[in-house]
């Protein structure tokens, strides 16, 4: 077993805000990431497979396949967009802080994982988004 | 505890097998088939797993870890092209998963039961692009 990490990057704005709290809810809970016309960043999105080496290839992953999955599943929609407008996951009540977007995306990505890849292909192990230099944001996909 | 130590090797290879066509080779190791061969720098991250020594509050002197990756894989790696001057790569395609295997390999005698174990390699071929070897044992449980 080894896992491979691809790293992806995509340029979006977003703003911290519940409907239903008031303006100064808002502000305390989510402080500057509340400002009204959004904010944004460079994210960086690591997605890593997890799987046997291929003894003829030497290959976990069809890395042209993985890349091409990912853009048509997530850097077309996401990359410079304004995330809380035009990406419909959020356009309603989700809030589009970085641990929704790790889940988003692992939505996607596992909704064609194994269509892409087959059963007996490598799995999804691993989403890291890292928001800024300071931020990151991780989840286990297995 | 874990310690890692990073190290850097820049190298040239070709990913391609020999028994195959230059199109088969094309179309599954893309650009990276180029015969003429092309180079990535390299960073290997080395992490060592074991308690801190009660008296030297060290898990490894890592002047120990740094020799051992500078004469395993810095001497034989560094400025070399892998398929011509670093076996098993005249017979083994260098992919990062390859290398990472090898690496693997080289380093985890140095570090049998008892001392502080090996307990993973992370290998970055590019910014966007690395791999992460645990052994052929998989995860090694924390001691």
């Not at chain 1, 046997?52 to 996401?78: C, F, H, K």
């Not at chain 1, 490598?122 to 297995?142: G, H, Q, W, Y």
């Not at chain 2, 290879?13 to 720098?41: I, K, L, M, T, Y």
Request: charged share 30%; aromatic share 8%; with cysteine.
């Amino acid at each position: 077993m080894l896992e491979v990490t691809r790293r992806y990057h995509f340029s979006a704005s977003h703003r911290l805000h519940v409907d239903s709290f008031s303006d100064d809810e808002n502000l305390r809970m989510f402080g500057k990431c509340n400002s009204p016309f959004g904010h944004g960043h460079n994210y960086t999105l690591e997605v890593t497979a997890r799987g046997d080496v291929d003894e003829a290839t030497g290959l976990v992953i069809d890395q042209p396949v993985l890349n091409e999955l990912v853009e048509s599943a997530v850097l077309r929609d996401m990359d410079m967009k304004y995330l809380n407008e035009q990406v419909p996951a959020f356009t309603q009540a989700v809030v589009p802080t970085t641990e929704n977007v790790v889940n988003e995306i692992r939505q996607r990505l596992q909704a064609r994982w194994v269509e892409t890849f087959g059963a007996a292909g490598p799995k999804l192990a691993r989403i890291r988004i890292i928001e800024t230099r300071k931020n990151e944001f991780e989840v286990s996909c297995d | 505890m874990r310690i890692t130590r990073k190290a850097e090797f820049s190298s040239a290879h070709v990913c391609a097998r020999p028994d195959w066509s230059e199109e088969q080779n094309r179309r599954v190791f893309g650009e990276a088939a180029n015969p003429h061969g092309h180079g990535h720098n390299y960073i290997l991250e080395v992490t060592l797993e074991g308690p801190p020594d009660p008296v030297t509050g060290m898990v490894l002197d890592l002047k120990t870890l740094k020799d051992v990756i500078n004469d395993e894989v810095i001497e034989p790696f560094d400025h070399k092209h892998l398929n011509h001057e670093v076996p098993p790569f005249n017979q083994v395609v260098p992919t990062t998963e390859n290398i990472a295997r090898e690496l693997w390999k080289r380093l985890d005698r140095h570090f049998p039961e008892g001392g502080a174990r090996l307990q993973r390699i992370r290998l970055w071929e590019t910014q966007d692009l690395y791999v992460d070897y645990h052994g052929p044992a998989g995860r090694r449980e924390a001691s």
